[in-house]
C-alpha cells in the first residue's frame, strides 16, 4: 500500500509499504477514505518529537471496515467509521474508571508509566506518533490497523460526508474538551489563544456550553479572518496588541473567564528566545501559555490542549498561585466525547468541515505538509484522499 512515512525531521515522503494485518483478536483493518493532517503533526515534522523510527504517521482517519478480529462484533466489513486518535483498551482503570483514554494502562506497554517524563513514562498509545506513544502506524495511508477496535471506531451515518464527520477523530473532541474542563455555567468570555484548526473548534465549542463572548488570538491574519467567518467570533492580532491589555479593557479589568491555549509549544518566538530554549533543553516555548496566564481573571481557569513536550524554566507558577488560577490540561479522551459529538453534527447544532483550506490526495502529501508547515497559500486544514 501506499502510506506517508516519516523519516527524519522534515523528510517525510509517500513510499510502498506492506500493508497492514490482523494482530490481534480486538484488531480491525480500516481502509481509509479521509485522513487530516494535523498541527501536532508538525511536532513531529519538525523534529521537536523526534523517532529513530520510520513510520506511518496521521492521527485523524476515517474509512471503511476491510477485516476484524474474531472479539470484534460491533463492527463489520463495510461499516464506515471515524477512528478516536487515541488508543485505548476501554477496560483498564485509567479507560473505564476515570474515562482517561489517553491514558489507557495497556495500549503502550513499552513506555507506559507514571512518571510522565519528556522520554520515560509516557501516557497511552496513540496512532501515527512515535515510538514513545506505542509505536503505531497511523492513517495517512491506504490501510491501517486499528487495535481494540472493539472499543475505539464509531459507525457514521451514510446521511453524513467524509468532511462532515472526520474532525470527531481529533480536533473537535479536543477543542470541547478544552471548554468543558473549564465547567462554563452560561455567559462567560472565553479567549482562545489559536485560530487554527483546534482552535476554531474551542470558539465553536464555547458557543455551544453557553459563553457570552469568545475572542480568537492570532497572529495570522488569515487565520483570524477565518475564526470570524467559521466561528463568528470576535478577534485580536497578537502581533499588533497587548491581548490582556485588550481582553481587560473589555471585561471592566478583570479579564477573561476562561482562556484556553490552543497553540503549544511551536508559538512563533525570535531568534534570542530560540537559542535560549536551546540552551535549556526546552522544546519550543511556553509564550502562548504565559500570556494566557496573564489575561485570565483572578480565580479564572486556563485550559492546555496545544502539545508540550519538555519542562521550561521560569514557569510562572508564582502567578498562578497569587491569582488563584485553575490549571487543566492533557490530551482530548476522545471516546468519552464522540458520541455526544456526533449528535451535534447530525442535528446540525454545529459545522466542522468550513475550516477544509486544501484537499489532496495522497500522493502529495509532502506538499501538504510543506504548505500547512511554513503557513503558506492561507493554509488551515489539509485532508488528503487516498
Keep these: 500500500m501506499k502510506a506517508l512515512v516519516y523519516h527524519k525531521p522534515k523528510h517525510v515522503s509517500v513510499d510502498t509499504i506492506p500493508d497492514p494485518i490482523i494482530q490481534d483478536s480486538r484488531d480491525a483493518i480500516i481502509r481509509v477514505t479521509a485522513t487530516a493532517i494535523c498541527g501536532s503533526d508538525l511536532h513531529i515534522y519538525n523534529g521537536l518529537i523526534p523517532d529513530k523510527q520510520k513510520f506511518v504517521i496521521g492521527h485523524e482517519f476515517m474509512g471503511v471496515v476491510e477485516e476484524t478480529g474474531t472479539d470484534v462484533s460491533n463492527i463489520k ?25 489517553t491514558q489507557c494502562e495497556n495500549s503502550n506497554p513499552e513506555f507506559y508509566g507514571p512518571e510522565g517524563d519528556i522520554t520515560k513514562g509516557k501516557g497511552g498509545g496513540l496512532f501515527g506518533y512515535t515510538s514513545l506513544y506505542g509505536g503505531y502506524d497511523g492513517g495517512q495511508a491506504e490501510y491501517v490497523r486499528v487495535p481494540y477496535a472493539d472499543f475505539g471506531p464509531r459507525k457514521v451515518p451514510d446521511s453524513l460526508t467524509d468532511d462532515q464527520v472526520l474532525f470527531l477523530t481529533d480536533i473537535f473532541p479536543t477543542g470541547y474538551s478544552s471548554i468543558d474542563w473549564a465547567n462554563l455555567q452560561g455567559g462567560e468570555t472565553v479567549v482562545v489563544f489559536g485560530c487554527g484548526p483546534v482552535g476554531i473548534m474551542a470558539q465553536k465549542s464555547a ?29 485580536i492580532n497578537a502581533a499588533e496588541q497587548d491581548v490582556a491589555e485588550v481582553v481587560r479593557s473589555m471585561t471592566e479589568g478583570r479579564g477573561a473567564d476562561v482562556c484556553v491555549d490552543a ?27 504565559e500570556n494566557a496566564f496573564n489575561t485570565v481573571r483572578r480565580g479564572g481557569t486556563v485550559t492546555v490542549v496545544g502539545v508540550y513536550a519538555s519542562n521550561y524554566n521560569q514557569f510562572p507558577f508564582g502567578k498562578i498561585f497569587d491569582k488563584a488560577i485553575t490549571l487543566k490540561a492533557g490530551q482530548a479522551p476522545v471516546q468519552r466525547y464522540i458520541d455526544q459529538l456526533l449528535e451535534h453534527v447530525k442535528n446540525g447544532d454545529v459545522v466542522l468541515d468550513d475550516i477544509i483550506t486544501h484537499r489532496l490526495p495522497l500522493s502529495e502529501a509532502e506538499h501538504g505538509y510543506k504548505i500547512f508547515n ?9 485532508v488528503l484522499q487516498p
Design 77 to 101: 466489513r463495510g461499516d464506515r467509521v471515524v477512528v478516536p486518535f487515541p488508543i485505548s483498551c476501554g477496560q483498564c482503570y485509567f479507560c473505564q474508571q476515570q474515562h482517561l483514554h
Design 207 to 235: 458557543w455551544l456550553k453557553g459563553a457570552e463572548r469568545v475572542i480568537g488570538v492570532d497572529i495570522q491574519p488569515y487565520r483570524l479572518e477565518k475564526a470570524r467567518r467559521a466561528a463568528n467570533v470576535e478577534t
Design 263 to 289: 497553540v503549544g509549544m511551536e508559538a512563533d518566538r525570535d531568534i534570542l528566545d530560540k537559542a535560549l530554549g536551546t540552551l535549556g533543553g526546552q522544546a519550543g516555548t511556553a509564550e502562548v501559555l
Design 374 to 382: 511554513e503557513k503558506k497559500d492561507d493554509c488551515l486544514k489539509v
